[in-house]
Every structure is written in structure tokens, then in C-alpha cells.
């Protein structure tokens, strides 16, 4: 069901790549709730996804743009206004990627190199873009930023690897330019802590499909999905959340107030047996 949130709202999504991406998602629900928006991703990934497919549902354009780019970032946001026929009301930033997690590397063992793109993409590209649109003075007042993060920012996950580190400069990001985008132009900067999501992106992380299944018995709520994301990120560009800014909003259906659940629990005891010996009772 829509309800208009977004009539007259313009945006730009970064990072659909195909229908399992949470940003596809996004761009579905903001064209349904009355939203005109462009596309974007870097040229490679526009070319292996399916991002024109979307582009022709949601009757728009597909930009492609490096964010790592401030160049290609500036050309994105003036094209964007143009097409578009004005200011931005909201940017979904939804770009992760590790070179060191894709390569099998420990993260006791990082190749910086990759390390750096790392940061770069997934969360140095979230301040470029904001910076950009800052110096265009491309977004409208009350404006609304989102970026997609994940809970290992705050906690060590076995397999996130450096996304992690990613993640945490991501939210810090958010904070610190809120506060400025907040003070000097009225534009809210937020982060949406998602459940583990199955995503092309997600997918590639080592064990995802435990920890789906972990996340999902550890949630009292059980796991958000890619949909249900969606529906956050609308709110968020809504006028119904004006004054919500330098948040990480979790969106987990509990898991992060979460020790141990019932579920988790009685899993646990099926798959391991206490041994008598007292010397192996906490093993």
C-alpha cells in the first residue's frame, strides 16, 4: 500500500544492481510513494546487473559514476538536478565492497592495498558524496542521507573482516558530517543498521549462511528483510522524521539488544554436549 510519502521528493539511489539488492528495493517503494529519483553504480557493475530494468520500471535514468570519484560525483548530482528538474530531497548510499574478503584474506593477514579500497568504497565514497552535494548545495533543506551499515560495526562477527572497520568509519562519518550538514543547512544524516541480508554483497561474506540462521534465531522479531529495509528507508526520507539525524537506526528485529535467545540456545545444546570431566565443563 503507499501512501504518498515521497510526492514531489527528488533523489538519488546508489547501488542497485539487481532485484536482490536492498537498494532496488529502496527505488521500488520511493517510486511507488510518488518519488522521482536517477540510478546509479559504477560502469562495471551497471554492466554485469540489471539496473536498466529498474531504470525503465521507475521511469528514470541511469548515471554511471564512480563514487570513489569526486569528479564523477559532481557530474552525477548536476545531471541528476537537471533531469530531475531541481534540488535533491534525499540520497541513499548503498555501496560495500572488500577486495580482502573476495580474495579469502585473514584479517590478521590484510593486504592494505585492498584495504584501502575497502574503506574507499564502502565508506570514504559516503562522505564524498555528501561533501559534493554540499559544495553544489544540491539538497533541499530538511533533506534526508541514508547509508546502509551492519552491527559489526559495534561487535567482531567471524568473517566480516575489514567491512567491519568500513562500517565503523561509515557511521562515524555519518555523525560527524550530521552535525555539520544539520547546523548549516537543515539536512539529516543517518545510518540504517540492517539484519544480515542475502545481497550479491552479502552473500560473499564467509559463513553468511550461519549467520542468517544464527540472526535469525537470536532476533526476537527475526531478520529484517531486504523489503522491510525498504520501508525504513522511506520513512527516513519522509517528512515524518525531520528532526532524526547522526543515528544508527538498527532495522533487526531485535538482534542487537539481543545475549542469548531460547532458539539459539536449545540450537546450541543440540549441537554440543557438556563433558563430565570438570576440568572440560566450560569448553
Partial sequence: MAYNLLKGKRGIIFGALDSNSIAWKVAERAYEEGATFTLTNVPVALRMGETQKLAEKCNTEVIPADATNV?????????????????????????????????????????????????????????????????????????????????????????YNDMADAKSLLESIARSFGY????????????????????????????????????????????ASADECADYCIVMFSDLTKKVTMQNLFNDGGFSSMGMSLQAMEQYNKGFQLSDDPKHKYD
Fill in 71 to 159: 569528479e564523477d560525483l559532481e557530474k552525477l548530482i548536476v545531471r541528476s538536478m537537471e533531469v530531475l528538474g531541481g534540488k535533491l530531497d534525499f540520497i541513499l548510499h548503498s555501496i560495500g565492497m572488500s577486495p580482502n574478503i573476495r580474495k579469502g584474506k585473514h584479517y590478521s593477514d590484510l593486504d592494505y592495498g585492498f584495504l584501502d579500497k575497502t574503506l574507499d568504497v564502502s565508506a570514504l565514497s559516503f562522505h564524498k558524496v555528501m561533501q559534493t552535494a554540499k559544495k553544489l548545495d544540491a539538497i533541499n533543506e530538511w533533506g534526508s542521507v541514508l547509508a546502509l551499515s551492519y552491527v559489526a560495526a559495534q561487535r567482531t562477527f567471524y568473517g
Fill in 180 to 223: 555539520i550538514y544539520g547546523r548549516e543547512k537543515n539536512v539529516r544524516v543517518n545510518t540504517i543498521s540492517q539484519s544480515p541480508t542475502p545481497t550479491t554483497a552479502g552473500s560473499g561474506v564467509k559463513g553468511f549462511d550461519r549467520l542468517l540462521d544464527f540472526s535469525e534465531r537470536m532476533s526476537p522479531l527475526g531478520n
